[in-house]
């Protein structure tokens, strides 16, 4: 198991060091400084064996994160594990940056003994965590606070505490979707998958039963073995969403759903956490909506120079609105001038960056745009090619590009006198590009 | 709050001022110096002055200052154990505290003591919380058990924890359950032989009740806890997977990569006919692909995870090709692992994505990523026929890009694409040769040299061109390529180059200290000025085809790395052994056997590489094919085994190819064996063994020969990639026979067997080839007697009958060494007569002479001096002193070594004495073995 953990700046200065078991010492702090953080070259693997002690690291903006140790342990839990303590840590004091980990180092002291107990970790879910490490010396806990505390942190819902009351029931579901695709420049879709996520935030009292549905392929098709009354209310209602179902290739939920259910009923039930969770991620890879189309065409134009011109194509109802939109069209290292012009939006070449960046605050469905430029290349003898790194976009769309839509989600608190009728729901789709690329 | 101000304190004095400041009265100041202490210790500086102080602070009823104390304690009790007894009240009074937050803290901090004093005091307060009512307080101290378990084994089993533990695998409490898994794991991994985590199927139902219940950490515990069982038959191999599959779309991919260990684990189990078999296949494919979405450290750790499965059971991820496509923005480590499974999974089906995709990467700019995907174009021409020649058309491509590395690599594959495809591209080869001047790195300079070589009748100015290479031959790099290399052209182009072999063989022999280029280099010479016909034949043989799939992992060691799915050892691909220190972790996995009947109908389907089983006794892995000429000399012409009786001459001829260039690449000493091994001495041992039997004894009836020890493994199937050779020696009227069983447990069909002795103390040498009659298919084993003679070279070994054997077979060459019983060298004619038996003795010095005890061996005379007969130790004669039989026994070995031996055995005592005398008293030692195992058994 883990053998120990050290939080490092960018400098290699140790911040926090937990040492877990004996056969971690602290040569190791030192061993992973001079041979990861200090190396010359890029680092080539996030797991470095130094004589037989096996370090894993990530990094959050300048902070190197380290666990140690010398045993054959479950790497996919360290690295897991290793997120997750980023993810405590925000919740407790924001970014994780030198700063506010010097200012807070006693509370994540108070964390790693708790979360990490010999290199096995335990219940890490903040909303639990939050219940009892509170920085705040002892509290006056009555004996039932704190069997109530115990009791949900090693409990069956450990992520969420009994007696939670709102005065308004409310929730909030937001499926996040990234969109990614590589485009040949032919316009050939070479890969494209959408990753999604269906994030809820709910203000629920009680002990609240919810059940998720979605139009799912497979239970589509379920349901339509029905009656045939029912298939035609289906129709109807398929009608009015506009929208077949969705062929649904993986989907990974958060540990509050039960798994055994959704195996075996494809249902997806659960009792949800307080305030913001991902209930699940999911993946597709068929009838995507690819929000744009970026059509390149690069001439070379003799030695010193380069003629580019990028037509963007937007692809989905005229009535919606996509926003945020970017286009980031590489150039090469011996670029000496660039001339831009562009029908839309504004465009800069970023020297620094080694790239035209053009960016269009909104844009309709159904329409297109162009840009074109010229570009002064200082001559070089260097034998090596430019490698025309793919042309990348950026933008943000207000529908699910997979298809995905909310069919319902019920809540039952049978305790408390409030029906599903009463909780006020919140439907939004947000379609983002994640790797969005165009060979060029 | 800015704690951050603690870490700027650099003044001198500081430790006097802390004293000062966690003696004060206000408990205010008392925190922030311990905080200010905490922060000095995270730094690296030595505050352990201040322990007495710090520990002051222990009594406190702040639960944060209070946590800070612990973390001090656990850093410097080790260096302090005297003061840290200081610390023991407190805790022992915490234990006891009505808050269980408490309670639980006090426990977990006193397990990270590491002080065998503070352990003893432990023990109480630990039993109480292993039984806490609140279930936060018992999964603290299931850990804490594991602690201890660490400092002091012996204590905790004394003290009964391990049952308790046990007893807590049944608690209400799933935490508490998964956190008892783990330690329980944890310690049985100490202790391989021990059946702590005695699992059995209601454990396991247990188990797999927790696991819907409790925290995704302990659904970790709990599935790798899971994958160590071993389920009784399929069915209950099946109901398992099934209640571990939903595991599968767990948002932790630790859960998600220990539940697809579980499940390929027990697969091994399921027959491949039935229905649930493929569901189960098709339930793999998306949680895999859906882990690339992880984080990039998480998706590093599934490809290489997924660079096992693929290996294991190609047939799940064969159709997500896309999913493994390379990112502009994916780290470089996440390209590389990406771009290895790509190559495995690459097939007709989809090569022409594959090859447009690697073409867009020999692009880039990371120079090992564009090497790598250089080297896979020329991978896809040699897996995919159809794709040879897009894939040579875009190596030459890239060739004119005239980037150095790139070019370096292409060449390096289009050799191999030459090897796999002879005849076929050789029209590329004038553009090879002009980026001669470029080659700078040793392989492409060596892959370029065979190149000429091989088609130095096509190549104008071949001669010219190994010649410009002649000129920095103390490169030793490309030495023995290069010598080969003239050597051909010489056999090709014969009247142009006369000058240049004369050159490079003077070269090779004369200026060189490289014995393997010396070696060589006389080789050839010699076969060039005695038979150049010979040398034609030899050199410029018809080379092996090399394989379609290189870099597998040996099927042995990706079994047993299939257990350790996503753990580090997944991730090295090695075995745990190689970089875990001490006793832990070594325990060597295996999958389990299939219990289906199946199993040799799809033995051939498992193979990754595909090929019908008729296409492969001739293939060799590629990356040895530099050495490949050298290699196809020595696989020779296959020996169509001439039975005993035959001419020994042509058998000698083999071995005289075999052995001779065996040694070559090998380095090691073996000597072919004279010629005339066999017959010999054969008729006449069996005739006088058969005369003295009867003259003798008439009690001994039966006609069974020596003692056979039962058979050994002598070489370990992980050692040999997949051949296991067991075996025992055996003596039989007169002959010494070594019985072999050969096992294949790679997946590759086995073929070309030969056997080599190292020289060895009696002269044991194999009086006939290895005769394996068919290919040994996948999982076959067969038995083979192979004869052995005593005729071959002498060289003492330490100890006396130590062998060195050396097994050859179509995949590589293997040594092991074994001991042999001396009993197989006590000839039939090993009686004295009693005259002669007196003499002899007086002769001998009296400091030749060794005793030795026999224990546990009650026999009397009769039965001892009958057992001993028949493995050729001869009674000549008995005596009665006092009450003890005294036996005189004599027995001579192979090489005409005489022993005798005087054995005393007193009827009631089960010991006996035996005295030995011999001329070489070396030999005394392993007699003395000889007659132990012969009357023990």
């Avoid at chain 2, 800070?68 to 009790?77: E, G, Q, T």
């Avoid at chain 2, 040793?442 to 000429?452: D, F, K, Q």
């Avoid at chain 2, 190549?459 to 030495?479: K, P, V």
């Avoid at chain 2, 070309?752 to 009086?767: E, K, T, W, Y």
């Amino acid at each position: 198991m883990i053998g120990g953990l050290f939080i490092y700046n960018h400098k290699g200065e140790v911040l926090i060091s937990r040492v877990y078991r004996d056969d971690i010492g602290r040569n190791a702090v030192d061993a992973f400084r001079v041979n990861v953080i200090h190396a010359r070259q890029q680092v080539r693997s996030p797991v470095t064996n130094i004589a037989r002690t096996s370090f894993f690291h990530v990094k959050r903006s300048n902070i190197w994160l380290a666990a140690v140790t010398k045993q054959n342990v479950n790497a996919a839990m360290v690295f897991e594990f290793l997120y997750k303590m980023c993810d405590v840590m925000a919740a407790y004091f924001g970014k994780i940056s030198e700063e506010n980990i010097k200012n807070n180092f006693v509370l994540i002291y108070e964390l790693l003994d708790e979360i990490l107990d010999f290199g096995y970790p335990q219940n890490s879910e903040t909303g639990a965590l939050k219940t009892f490490i509170t920085q705040q010396g002892i509290k006056s806990q009555t004996k039932e606070e704190q069997s109530q505390i115990t009791s949900q942190v090693t409990g069956q819902i450990g992520w969420r505490r009994e007696g939670i009351k709102y005065r308004r029931n409310e929730l909030f579901l937001d499926v996040l979707e990234s969109v990614n695709l590589l485009m040949s420049p032919q316009g050939q879709v070479l890969s494209a998958h959408v990753s999604g996520r269906v994030v809820m935030k709910s203000y629920l009292s009680g002990m609240p039963e919810c059940k998720f549905g979605m139009n799912d392929k497979i239970v589509i098709e379920k349901q339509g073995k029905g009656t045939a009354d029912e298939t035609s209310k289906r129709c109807l209602r398929q009608e009015s969403c506009g929208k077949q179902s969705i062929a649904i290739d993986d989907c990974t939920f958060h540990q509050c759903v039960r798994l055994s259910k959704f195996d075996s009923e494809r249902s997806i039930s659960f009792i949800p956490p307080d305030g913001e969770f991902e209930l699940m991620r999911y993946r597709t890879t068929k009838d995507i909506i690819l929000p744009f189309r970026v059509i390149p065409l690069v001439r070379e134009v003799g030695r010193t120079k380069l003629e580019v011109k990028v037509v963007i194509k937007s692809n989905f109802k005229p009535s919606l609105l996509a926003q945020k939109i970017e286009v980031r069209i590489p150039t090469p290292l011996n670029t000496s001038g660039v001339q831009v012009i562009c029908m839309k939006g504004k465009a800069k070449y970023k020297a620094s960056e080694n790239a035209i960046v053009w960016k269009i605050k909104r844009m309709a469905g159904m329409k297109e745009s162009q840009i074109s430029a010229e570009i002064e290349l200082l001559p070089t003898n260097d034998k090596k090619k430019w490698a025309r790194p793919p042309i990348s976009m950026n933008f943000e769309v207000p529908f699910a590009p997979s298809g995905l839509k909310v069919r319902y989600l019920k809540v039952f608190e049978p305790k408390l006198n409030y029906s599903d009728h009463d909780v006020i729901k919140w439907v939004r789709y947000i379609g983002r590009s994640g790797i969005y690329e165009t060979r060029c | 709050m800015t704690d951050s101000k603690y870490f700027t304190t650099t003044k001198k004095g500081e430790i006097f001022e802390l004293k000062a400041e966690l003696n004060s009265d206000k408990k205010e100041k008392k925190k922030e110096a311990v905080k200010k202490v905490i922060a000095s210790m995270t730094v690296g500086k030595d505050v352990s002055a201040l322990f007495p102080d710090v520990v002051n602070c222990m009594q406190t009823d702040n639960l944060e200052l209070k946590k800070l104390v612990y973390l001090y304690l656990m850093n410097y009790a080790k260096s302090q154990p005297d003061m840290a007894i200081m610390a023991v009240n407190t805790f022992v009074k915490d234990c006891e505290d009505p808050n269980p937050l408490i309670r639980a803290l006090a426990v977990r901090t006193m397990g990270c003591i590491r002080v065998d004093k503070i352990t003893e005091y432990l023990c109480e307060p630990l039993r109480k919380c292993l039984k806490d009512e609140d279930p936060y307080v018992r999964k603290t101290a299931a850990v804490c058990v594991a602690k201890l378990h660490d400092i002091n084994a012996q204590l905790v089993e004394d003290q009964g924890f391990l049952d308790t533990l046990k007893d807590l695998i049944s608690d209400s409490n799933p935490m508490v359950v998964a956190n008892a898994v783990a330690a329980l794991s944890e310690i049985a991994e100490s202790h391989p032989s021990s059946n702590l985590l005695d699992l059995n199927p209601q454990s396991i139902n247990k188990l797999l009740t927790a696991l819907n219940e409790c925290t995704e950490w302990g659904q970790i515990f709990i599935l790798d806890c899971l994958a160590n069982y071993m389920p009784k038959d399929d069915r209950e191999a099946q109901s398992i997977c099934e209640r571990v599959t939903p595991r599968l779309s767990h948002a932790n991919s630790a859960v998600v990569l220990s539940a697809v260990k579980v499940l390929m684990k027990f697969m091994e189990m399921l027959s491949k006919d039935l229905d649930y078999y493929g569901t189960l296949l098709k339930k793999l494919a998306p949680p895999l692909v859906t882990l690339l979405s992880a984080e990039p450290e998480l998706q590093y750790v599934a490809l290489r995870n997924i660079n096992l499965i693929v290996q294991k059971r190609p047939e799940i991820l064969k159709h997500e090709m896309k999913v493994f496509f390379v990112k502009y923005n994916d780290p470089i480590y996440v390209k590389l692992e990406k771009l290895d499974i790509m190559i495995r999974l690459a097939s007709q089906a989809n090569i022409a994505q594959v090859l447009a995709e690697l073409k867009e990467y020999a692009t880039e700019v990371d120079v090992d990523f564009v090497r790598k995907a250089v080297r896979a174009i020329g991978r896809c021409a040699i897996k995919v026929e159809q794709s040879a020649e897009r894939c040579v058309s875009t190596l030459l491509d890239l060739i004119q890009t005239k980037v150095n590395y790139v070019v370096q690599e292409a060449i390096v594959v289009i050799k191999d694409i030459f090897r796999k495809y002879p005849n076929k591209y050789e029209s590329v080869i004038a553009t090879l040769c002009e980026n001669l001047d470029s080659l700078d790195e040793p392989e492409a300079r060596a892959a370029m040299i065979w190149i000429v070589g091989e088609y130095a009748e096509r190549i104008d100015n071949a001669d010219e061109l190994l010649e410009s290479f002649l000129e920095g031959f103390h490169d030793e790099s490309t030495q023995l390529q290069l010598l080969t290399a003239i050597v051909k052209l010489f056999l090709k182009k014969p009247t142009e180059t006369q000058e240049l072999v004369q050159q490079v063989l003077s070269l090779a022999t004369q200026d060189s200290d490289n014995p393997d280029l010396r070696d060589r280099g006389y080789i050839y010479w010699r076969l060039l000025s005695t038979d150049p016909v010979a040398a034609k034949e030899v050199v410029l043989a018809e080379k092996p085809l090399i394989s379609e799939e290189t870099d597998l992992i040996e099927p042995t060691l990706l079994d047993e790395l299939i257990c350790y799915i996503g753990t580090l050892a997944s991730v090295y691909h090695k075995p745990p052994s190689a970089f875990v220190e001490g006793g832990r972790g070594v325990v060597h996995k295996s999958l389990p056997p299939r219990t289906a009947s199946s199993e040799s109908a799809e033995s051939p389907e498992t193979a990754p590489t595909g090929a019908p089983p008729g296409e492969q006794p001739d293939v060799i892995p590629a990356q040895g094919d530099l050495l490949g000429d050298l290699l196809n000399l020595d696989l020779g012409p296959p020996v169509s085994g001439p039975p005993l009786a035959t001419s020994s001459v042509q058998m000698g001829a083999v071995d005289l190819l075999g052995g001779g260039l065996d040694s070559l690449i090998g380095g090691t000493n073996f000597v072919a064996p004279p010629t005339a091994a066999v017959p010999a001495n054969l008729g006449a041992p069996i005739g006088s063994g058969l005369s003295d039997l009867f003259d003798l004894t008439s009690g001994v009836g039966t006609l069974s020969g020596s003692y056979v020890a039962p058979k050994a493994v002598w070489l370990p199937a992980m050692k040999a990639k997949g051949l296991e050779i067991s075996g025992t020696f055996t003596r039989q009227v007169g002959s010494i026979s070594m019985d072999l069983q050969l096992t294949n447990k790679a997946l590759q069909v086995m073929t070309d067997f030969a056997i080599q002795f190292n020289r060895n103390s009696f002269g044991l040498a194999p009086a006939a080839p290895l005769q394996v009659h068919a290919p040994l298919s996948p999982n076959q084993t067969v038995e083979i007697s192979l004869p052995l003679s005593t005729v071959g070279s002498v060289m003492k070994m330490e100890p006396l009958n130590n062998l060195q054997v050396a097994v050859k077979n179509n995949i590589d060459v293997f040594y092991f060494s074994t001991l042999y019983p001396l009993h197989i060298l006590f000839v039939e004619d090993g009686k004295m007569d009693r005259q002669m038996f007196l003499a002899t003795w007086k002769d001998i010095p009296n400091e030749n002479e060794a005793q030795f005890q026999i224990r546990d061996c009650p026999l009397n005379a009769e039965a001892a001096s009958s057992k001993l007969q028949s493995s050729n130790i001869f009674t000549v004669a008995k005596r009665n002193v006092e009450g003890q039989d005294m036996l005189y026994q004599s027995l001579k070995l192979t090489n005409g070594i005489w022993v005798l031996a005087e054995l005393r055995i007193q009827p009631g005592n089960p010991s006996c004495t035996l005295s030995l005398k011999c001329r070489a008293p070396e030999v005394s030692q392993h007699v003395y073995q000889a007659y132990e195992t012969i009357l023990k058994n």
